[in-house]
């Protein structure tokens, strides 16, 4: 089989190129042999030649090997330069060596996320100053309505969440005591644990889920509405607008939501050593002065804050990183997630430590 080339091949007649060699590969899907005769083309670029090396390859692969003829000498280097084109063997890569890759790159990343966190809260730091040198710029109305958003609505899934969480450790606790007669030490670890650690544990979770993830898809959608941009354009520091009204709400709200859901989770905790585990709601209520301190309480609601702190940072620095597209903002999104309950856990382990060091 022979194909004819003449005229022009460039990418001006790129439409009627490719045309002509879908059709040869078409109709001749299986030649034989095949002679390639360019004595008739006047001009050829990198396209052309591109085109002439597909239709190469596509007889090649059906086990002809296709000769070119009458080609000009002044395009020969550009035909072998394309014939070589996407044949180059990639280095074998090892095992280790990828493994060893793939760690460079997540350490990189660790690193990356930390010095972006800590340049963002000295931004947030920043904003917060200016503020409170010029308190007529702080954004009352926008800060109030936050915190009926994340706080006000946020306490029905709180205390339903708490109060489950609290009939659930009672519960336990009452079955494996029972094994030692020592049903009424329940109330003391469900105190405790509650007013010291998974109130405001679970809290800071829900609402990093909850609010964290509300905050990264809002300044997500205003950087892809390009409203951020536009702050910036009119003289605002798109911290001091968006920002601080969030993080503050944040910060007024967890530690009262704080509150609710650890009450809600002793109240669950209570009604169920009282059905299952027949310690009447008096006797509960003696115990429970008896096993827990002021500080257990105030343990608890000092770290509110701060979990609150570390939420709306980060929720906020992640929805000031999306770039323009939804699956941009959905990666985000979930990236603030996971970072939000991963520090709030890892929060919580160092107030831990630091309350034991002092003995409190």
């Not at 007529?136 to 994340?150: K, Y």
């Not at 050593?273 to 343990?299: C, E, N």
Request: glycine share 10%; proline share 3%.
């Amino acid at each position: 089989m022979k194909a004819v080339g003449h005229g022009t091949w460039t990418s001006d007649r790129a439409d009627e190129l490719e045309h002509l060699v879908a059709e040869a590969t078409r109709t001749h899907a299986q030649p034989a042999h095949a002679h390639i005769d360019l004595s008739g083309v006047d001009r050829m670029d990198t396209f052309g030649a591109l085109l002439l090396e597909r239709l190469r390859r596509a007889w090649t692969r059906d086990g002809v090997e296709p000769r070119v003829v009458g080609l000009k000498r002044r395009y020969s280097v550009l035909i072998q330069e394309m014939s070589r084109t996407g044949r180059e063997a990639h280095p074998a890569v090892r095992p280790h060596e990828a493994m060893v890759e793939r760690l460079g790159h997540n350490v990189v990343n660790i690193a990356h996320d930390a010095h972006s966190l800590l340049n963002f809260v000295g931004a947030t730091v920043a904003a917060a100053l200016r503020t409170m040198a010029q308190p007529r710029t702080f954004r009352f109305t926008s800060t109030v309505n936050q915190i009926d958003r994340v706080g006000l609505r946020a306490v029905p899934i709180i205390v339903l969440i708490t109060f489950l969480i609290g009939c659930i450790l009672a519960q336990q606790g009452i079955f494996h005591f029972r094994r030692f007669g020592a049903d009424i030490y329940v109330v003391d670890m469900v105190g405790v644990l509650v007013l010291r650690e998974l109130g405001v544990l679970i809290v800071s979770i829900m609402i990093a889920g909850r609010s964290g993830s509300a905050y990264t898809a809002e300044l997500g959608s205003m950087r892809m509405r390009e409203e951020v941009d536009a702050l910036r354009v009119m003289g605002f520091d798109p911290v001091e607008i968006l920002v601080i009204p969030r993080l503050l709400a944040l910060v007024i709200a967890l530690p009262l939501l704080t509150f609710i859901g650890s009450m809600s989770a002793l109240v669950g905790g209570g009604l169920v050593a009282w059905l299952y585990g027949g310690i009447t709601p008096g006797v509960f209520m003696d115990r429970l002065k008896d096993a827990i301190s002021i500080d257990h309480f105030m343990v608890g609601m000092i770290k509110a804050p701060f979990m609150a702190a570390v939420i709306g940072i980060v929720a906020c620095m992640e929805g000031l990183r999306v770039g323009g597209s939804a699956e941009s903002l959905g990666q985000h999104t979930t990236a603030s997630v996971v970072k939000a309950i991963f520090l709030v856990i890892v929060m919580d382990g160092l107030f831990a430590m630091f309350f034991a060091s002092i003995d409190m």
